[in-house]
T-cell receptor, first 113, second 112 residues
Framework: DAGVIQSPRHEVTEMGQEVTLRCKPI?????LFWYRQTMMRGLELLIY????????DSGMPEDRFSAKMPNASFSTLKIQPSEPRDSAVYFC???????????FGAGTRLSVL | KQEVTQIPAALSVPEGENLVLNCSFT??????LQWFRQDPGKGLTSLLL?????REQTSGRLNASLDKSSGRSTLYIAASQPGDSATYLC???????????FGGGTRLMVKP
């Protein structure tokens, strides 16, 4: 398996633009997590899904952030409109309910100018 | 709310030294604890997972211990190598759900 795949690896955009980050979890994993990592706040969980259903989105910072998982092999995290303070590395991770080990993608480095 | 703290924030040691990284958490009602490694510009790689009923886990030169009652875990690295240079993060899963709370990490540099 290729592991968790995220795209794009880097995204540079201007304030006010819509940003969409994509994630393909490991096949067979029924949990998917979106994290944000910054120097100031470290690694924070934004939202996670189980069997494509959002379970906890209490970490989503504002209504500008939304996440979807239309099927077991794809998820998106959307920021609309983006702001400079959204600049961070966004990670997607997946796991099975039995192993509890989360496998991380390489991340998307977002810069909002 | 669970809080996870890692000390020290950064550590530099000469090659060959044995070292200990510390992790503490405020809520002892945990389900498991994981140690991750993060290389610059990369994602996280799980190193060891300790279930709440376990006291330690070993993988090669790595040994992780868990003292749930005192809210502490340590990651012991034996005979450190330059290739061990990375940031090490601990993460706690609480009983309340499948969410992980991460510490701030320890940035390790092993000098040849």
């Amino acid at each position: 398996d290729a592991g968790v795949i995220q795209s794009p690896r880097h995204e540079v955009t201007e304030m006010g633009q819509e940003v969409t980050l994509r994630c393909k979890p490991i096949s067979g994993h029924d949990y998917l997590f979106w994290y944000r990592q910054t120097m100031m706040r470290g690694l924070e969980l934004l939202i996670y899904f189980n069997n494509n259903v959002p379970i906890d989105d209490s970490g989503m910072p504002e209504d500008r952030f939304s996440a979807k998982m239309p099927n077991a092999s794809f998820s998106t995290l959307k920021i609309q409109p983006s702001e400079p303070r959204d600049s961070a590395v966004y990670f997607c991770a997946s796991s099975t309910g039995t192993s509890n080990i989360q496998y991380f993608g390489a991340g998307t480095r977002l810069s909002v100018l | 709310k669970q809080e996870v703290t890692q000390i020290p924030a950064a550590l530099s040691v000469p090659e060959g030294e044995n070292l200990v990284l510390n992790c503490s958490f405020t809520d002892s009602a945990i389900y498991n604890l994981q140690w991750f490694r993060q290389d610059p510009g990369k994602g996280l790689t799980s190193l060891l997972l300790i279930q709440s009923s376990q006291r330690e886990q070993t993988s090669g030169r790595l040994n992780a211990s868990l003292d749930k009652s005192s809210g502490r875990s340590t990651l012991y690295i034996a005979a450190s190598q330059p290739g061990d240079s990375a940031t090490y993060l601990c993460a706690v899963r609480t009983n309340a759900g499948n969410m992980l709370t991460f510490g701030g990490g320890t940035r390790l540099m092993v000098k040849p």
